[in-house]
Each structure stands twice: as structure tokens, then as C-alpha cells.
């Protein structure tokens, strides 16, 4: 094979340059090619950039520059304990949504007084175990939720700290499957009825009021929508000073979106300099922000690497069919998401580029990762899928009995496997056949 000595120009840049980059003509994380890792690995492989996490956990610090702020990670964008640790070592608190994700957090050393509890269905299981693992808050959906979680608290002997999760009935101009925050959405508690459900907090027993929070929608490229929100909810906390109910932290959710083909991500800096303003300008200066971003901490921290099974020339279309699927990254058919694809290597010469479908084997037709992308492929190339650590190996399922691929973490010229390809033993090892009749 030849070796081409620099970057040809027909190379594009990765979304996540610098931690993913061009050497000669190779894909590399961070100091390891991408090609010796699928060699080691296997394929389809999630290989995670230690320093974009890191990079990305100092955006947010940068832009809290100092002032009184608790970053809660959205963790169901990634959950693998080596995530959760370094974000947990960085001074992170998390944002939960399950009983498992606590269990988690509590196995990578993740501290539970700064864990937020999220989610409109928690289970009586679920509430306990935050309540004995003593979590910073949890953040109630619903009146029923209230009385529910009242009721538990009592019955053990504890508190429960609550800040009302609010629906501020706001556009966040996303798409609609991740939009959370309008009056159609099954989330939070209607900014009208409020006022009530605070008074009904202040009232049951087992409860401590400690704040208020929204969560409007997710892949948000503009500040606007986080200031709609802060306004409602600012006028809210006024309305409840008025009753006499105090709170200490405001939490503005997650939701801040990343570049996955020429999306402008808003700035950090921008957005939390213009709270802050309205924060103190209404005399809030001593609240606490919260904020729970996911996907803005991890997503262009990750690739999903696949090899070319086949290639099939149809009459309408051209095919690529990859090891990976959307068993392994279901955000292109869910949301018609778009992924950048990327050549592992620099094709070899003489290998012409056509339009091509990237396609796994399940048996679906939508199973797609990605459509039209013009690409010089040959079988058994490599092909990275870009911006793959949010929402990809978390949203990966068993179907087709398709064991769930491995997951490592690069850091320098070091590669972590952080979790084991599946066996394909493992995945029935549960399943228990009746007597015979
Ligand atoms: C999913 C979720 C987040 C994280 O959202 P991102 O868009 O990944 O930042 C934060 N808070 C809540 C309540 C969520 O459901």
C-alpha cells in the first residue's frame, strides 16, 4: 500500500479536530491511528478522545469564569463509567434520569449532593435510592410526582429536596422529537400552574423547596430560547418570593447543540454572561445556576468506527454496507440526523469517489447511518462515523441479536478499552426455555 506523506486536501476536517486528526493521510485520536485501534478492537468500535472531554468540561468553566455555578452532566448522552469518572474528577455533578444511572454514578466515584434527578416517570425504587444516596434535588414533573415523592420521604424518615421542573412553554427551534419545552410536551409543570405546586410543596411534609428548573430542548444553536425560558422562570421565582418560598438554585437544563455538519454552536460565554446580567438585574444575584448539558460535553468527543463489508451497485443507488448499524447509532433514522462519515485512511489511487448509501445490516430500511456521501471506497476500508459520543453507544440496542460493540477511551498515545465487545453467548444467557410439553 503506498503511504502518501501529507494530507491530501480531498481529506476533510473532523468536527472533532483537534482531538481527531490527519497524519499522514491516517485518522488518529488524539496520538493513536484510528486503523491500529480497529485492528486491536474489532469493529464497529466507539473510540472517545480524553482530552475533548476534557476540552469540552473547559468551555463551560471558561464561560462560568468564577461565578456561583454547579455544572450537572447530562450523563444519558454517555454513561460509561470512564466518562462519568472524568467529569466526576473534573468537579462535575450530574443530571440522572434512572435508578441505574445512580448506580452508576455512585460506581465511577461521582459525588450524590450534587446529583439532580430528572425524568417524568421515577419509580417508588428509584426515589428511595436517591433519597438514602442523599442527591442534591429532585426535579418534579408532575403534582402527582410531588405528593408521591412527599409520601415516600415520610415514610423513611427523610427529605426530599425539590425544585419544580417547569415547562415555559418556549420554542427552542429544534427538532421536534428533542423538543421539550412547549405546551404539547409531556414534560414539567405548566408555567401557569406553578405557583400552585409550590404552595402544595411548601405545605406537604418529607419536602425542602430548594429551586426551580427547565430543560427546553436538546441541540439548541441559539441563546434566545434559554432567555425566553429565564424570564418566565425569573418572573415565577419573583411570584414565589411574594408567597414567601425562597430558593437557592435556578437550573436552565440542558440542551446546548454541537456542530455535526455546519451548525454554529452558540457561545457559552455569551449565554452565561447575558443570565448572569438578568440574574442580577432582577436582584437574583445569589441564586446558584444549574445547568445539565450532555450531548455539548461529549458528542464531538467520540467517533463510531465501521468496516466495509460490501459494496453493491444498484440501478437507483450505490451502497456501502457497514458492521455498524442503527443498533449502534440510531440518530440518523430517529431524528434524520446527519453524521459526518469519514475515510480512515487516504483512499488508494485509482479508486474512484461515488455517491454513496452507508448502510448496516440489520434488517431494516432504516437502518441507514448516513445517504449521499461522496466517498472512494473499497471492501474492508474503514470509514469513521463523526460526532458519536453523545446518544450513540447509549441508544444501542441487541436487535438482530448483534452483540453491542466495544467502547475505548484514547488518551495521548494511550488507548483504554473502557468496555468489552459483547459475546454473543451473553446476549440469551438470561433467557430460560420452559419444560418441554
Ligand atoms: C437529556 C437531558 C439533558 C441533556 O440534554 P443535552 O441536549 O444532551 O444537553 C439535560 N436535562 C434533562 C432533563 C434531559 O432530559
Redesign the pocket.
Known sequence: MSQPTSVPASLPEPVGAPYFHYEHGELHAEGVPVGDLARQHGSPLYVYSRAALRAAWQRFEDAIDGRNALVCY?M??NSNLAVLREFARLGAGF?I?SGGELARVQAAGGDPGKVVF?GVGKQTWEIEAALRAGVRSF?VESVAELRHLSATATRLGLTAPVSL?VNPDVDAHTHPY?S?GLKENKFGIAIEEAEEAYRLAAALPGLEIVGVDC?IG??LTEISPYLDALDKLINLIDALAADGIRLHHLDI????GIRYRDEQPLSLRDLLDEVFLRLAARGHGGLQLVM?????LVGNAGILVTEVLYLKHAEAKNFAIVDAAMTDLIRPTLYDAWHGVLPVRTPSAGCSAKLYDIVGPVCESGDWLARDRELALRQGDLLAVESAG?YAFVMSSQYNTRPRAAEVLVDGAQAYLIREREQVPQLFAGEILPPDA
Do not use: F, Y
Open positions: 447530562g444519558k448522552a443530571d434520569v430528572s426535579n421542573r428533542i421539550t430543560h436538546s441541540q437544563g440542558g440542551g446546548v445539565e448539558p450532555g450531548r455539548s453523545a
